[in-house]
């Protein structure tokens, strides 16, 4: 039996909220049919979004990007609830659950959403970098997840994990290191994006024995400059005051939890 960094659906790193299948999308689901049921989904969920760009949605195309990503879950879950007793082909679990989770905390955040109305600016500034970002990222992931079934094997589990920091890292350099014209809150809210985007693209618990110094090209995790830039901005906009009796670290270890 392979190592495994998750046993059980106890272990898993974050409950998510369900959405429930679809029963208008299952009349005359051809349960023998996989690859064209996934291509008809995928075509379907383009033609409600309409764009051609991967980068982060402006915030007048958020609403299809989402009902795209629902889209694209309710396919998911029609197919593995009702052909899951007449076939074998499925759709990963774990990439149902990280849409799931992009979802639940992206397209029902009301506070994010209340965010997000005013990152057109930002969005249409770092576009390219962005994509690039996202697509070294999806290559990386793909790369791994076609090697195996077995994503959460601990050597898929560290190279997709290696994969996910990177990303959040270039993401993070895009906003906050290259010129744009994104203010800070801004790019905080597009550096949010990011990790929930990359959550869901890797679901899967990155915190707990996770050897970075050894990811390909060394740690990819952002510094700490970076780190305290983005942790600023994002106090800023909440209205807090960093107190200075507290240690930076300290501030850093908790916002690196939510943010990177």
Known sequence: MSRSVRQSEDDEFEPVTNIYKNSENVINLNCDDFTRYAINCTAEAALVYNSSRISPPLPTKINDWCRAIRHLTNCALNWNTDCKDVTD??????????????????????????????????VESTTDAWEDCYINFKNSVEEQKN??????????????????????????????????????????????????????????DCDRNMMYANCPGGDPRPTNSILKRLMSAEANSRGYKLSPGIKTEFYILIFHKFFI
Do not use: M
């Open 89 to 122: 082909s499925h759709f990963n679990e774990e990439s149902v659950r990280g849409h799931i989770h992009v979802v639940n905390n992206i397209c029902d955040d009301e506070w994010f959403l209340i965010r997000y109305e005013d990152v057109a600016l930002c």
């Open 147 to 204: 090697t195996t079934k077995e994503w959460t094997h601990y050597q898929i589990h560290f190279q997709l994990c290696c994969a996910r920091a990177l990303f959040r890292r270039c993401t993070l350099e895009s906003l906050f290191v290259k010129p744009t014209q994104c203010t800070q809150e801004q790019a905080t809210t597009l550096q949010k994006f990011s990790v929930i985007v990359s959550e869901g693209g890797v679901y899967q």
